[in-house]
Nanobody
Framework: QVQLVESGGGLVQPGGSLRLSCAASGSFFSIGAMRWYRQAPGKVREFVATINSGGSADYADSVKGRFTISRDNAKNTVYLDMGSLKPEDTAVYYC??????????????WGQGTLVTVSS
């Protein structure tokens, strides 16, 4: 099985910065795209950013220019550097990864989420 464990959430003031991390562990052949989603209270989960194994990234318009996604393939870890945070960025942030198992099956895995609260 593959597990994703997020860390780095917390309380930050508007305009501040925060770094989220998500590490994959378990038995797998490789990891493809890694993504961040978020879900604000009372809202549906929404896409935030994605990065493929080669490092190409894409972002939701709402975070473009403020957030940066990166990954360390050697550590099977994806990061989300969040800057110029706004109260509307408050949400539970979820890590998602497309994993290729040893059997070559493809499985999409979700982390448990980490809460980011932007408030003064």
């Amino acid at each position: 099985q593959v597990q994703l464990v997020e860390s780095g959430g917390g309380l930050v003031q508007p305009g501040g910065s925060l770094r989220l991390s998500c590490a994959a562990s378990g038995s797998f052949f490789s990891i493809g795209a890694m993504r961040w989603y978020r879900q604000a209270p009372g809202k549906v989960r929404e896409f935030v950013a994605t990065i493929n194994s080669g490092g190409s990234a894409d972002y939701a318009d709402s975070v473009k220019g403020r957030f940066t996604i990166s990954r360390d393939n050697a550590k099977n870890t994806v990061y989300l550097d969040m800057g110029s945070l706004k109260p509307e960025d408050t949400a539970v942030y979820y890590c998602n990864a497309v994993t290729i198992l040893v059997s070559r099956s493809i499985v999409e895995v979700w982390g448990q989420g980490t809460l980011v609260t932007v408030s003064s």
